[in-house]
């Protein structure tokens, strides 16, 4: 099971005191969470990618790169690498860019992105986002694990003979998770591939998540890939803490009556009830995600959003410290008691390479010989 936290790269205003970080302030903040992630023995940390204010994170790779230089063991990801809008030859060559020069420490999360007007500033239409997220993949999968690609499709021009350059880090394409609020064509295409499915679901009920998680783990399954309870499944999470439930909301209110997600909406105690918002004591988050898989099954990966809606850099590395101190250790051993032997444990690089060197030793086993 990892354990992280991810960010949507979001500048917003504290409402407490008007401040507004600037581009260069929040970025440097973002690489200090970061690495406080790994201080505080975090698994995963993950950068959203949006190509309009408020958002800085337009070129996700280029600040993992520099995290990956200043940490040791720390998984990079993505939430989410924009896969109808970006170019699947310019994603096959970043990431795996990203998988060399972090020694395997990167994966990435595939997701179709919800803010509409960015399609038409990369050229597509926001009504063929499903066609293009399959299509676009399609063609990822193959750069990543073909030599060289002869492809024809609809939304780009055709390749003969192309290499991606570099290849992948030990001849293993980085895992993909696809990350999905709302479609079940994501998840029958993150089945369908093997690949993990990551459920974001932070903003609505759960009932309605888990039946995108059911769904994927059905799919899996019919694809061959495992049984059901063998799929890769990821969710997200939010949390906010404090010694005391009261210290906790009181402090937490006006971030999130101002967040620009869901602020001037629905109500704190409203949303943490329908959603996996937890503000009140470490207990309190303990008790409410040791839950998690009651609903969802045994999982892979936890991602807890902790650094949005204004929320000063001071708050955000004691959210932190309580997370990986406090929390995150009661989680571990919560997860891995009555664990069924049959759930993988989350992919790493090393272990998608331990699994295709089994694979190919077991082929090689079975060839026939030859006289």
């Known amino acids: 099971m990892q354990f992280g936290i991810f960010t949507v790269s979001d500048i917003t205003t504290d409402p407490t005191n008007g401040t507004t970080p600037t581009e260069a302030e929040r970025i440097k903040a973002t690489v200090t969470i970061a690495k406080k992630a790994e201080e505080v ?36 990801s993505t939430s989410t690498t924009l896969i109808t809008t970006n170019d699947p030859v310019k994603i096959a060559e970043d990431y795996a860019m990203l998988q060399h020069l972090s020694n395997g420490r990167a994966d990435l999360m595939m997701g179709r992105g919800n803010t509409g007007p960015v399609y038409p500033w990369f050229g597509k239409d926001i009504r063929e986002g499903i066609p293009l997220a399959i299509e676009n993949y399609s063609l990822l999968h193959k750069l990543w694990r073909e030599e060289f690609v002869n492809w024809e499709g609809k939304y780009r021009t055709p390749l003969q003979g192309f290499q991606s350059t570099p290849r992948p880090l030990d001849g293993v ?53 495992g049984t059901a309870a063998q799929a890769i499944v990821g969710l997200g999470g939010q949390a906010f803490m404090r010694s005391n439930s009261q210290a906790a909301k009181a402090e937490f209110r006006p971030y999130f009556d101002n967040a620009p997600v869901y602020g001037h909406g ?3 105690e409203d949303f943490t009830d329908q959603t996996p918002l937890a503000v009140g004591s470490p207990q309190e988050v303990i008790d409410k995600y040791a839950g ?6 045994d999982y892979q990966r936890q991602l807890f959003l902790m650094d949005h809606a204004g929320l000063p850099l001071k708050t955000v590395l004691e959210q932190l410290d309580i997370l990986g101190e406090e929390v995150v250790p009661v989680l571990r051993k919560e997860f891995a008691t009555n664990r069924p032997a049959e759930v993988p444990d989350a992919p790493t690089h090393a272990s998608l390479v331990a699994k295709r060197d089994a694979a190919l030793a077991t082929a090689a086993a079975d060839a026939p010989a030859t006289v």
């Open 41 to 76: 023995g975090l698994d995963v940390f993950a950068l959203g990618e949006h190509h309009n204010p408020p958002f800085f994170s337009s070129s996700p790779t280029t600040t993992l790169a520099y995290i990956a230089a200043q940490t040791e063991k720390l998984i990079l």
């Open 173 to 225: 394409p980085p895992f993909v998770w696809h990350g999905s609020i709302r479609s079940p064509e994501i998840a029958e295409q993150a089945a369908f591939y093997g690949d993990g499915f990551f459920a974001n679901n932070i903003f609505w009920p759960k009932e309605h998540y888990m039946r995108l998680v059911s769904y994927y783990r059905q799919r899996f399954e019919h694809y061959g890939h």
């Open 266 to 268: 629905p109500s704190m």
């Open 292 to 297: 998690m898989r009651e609903h969802f099954g």
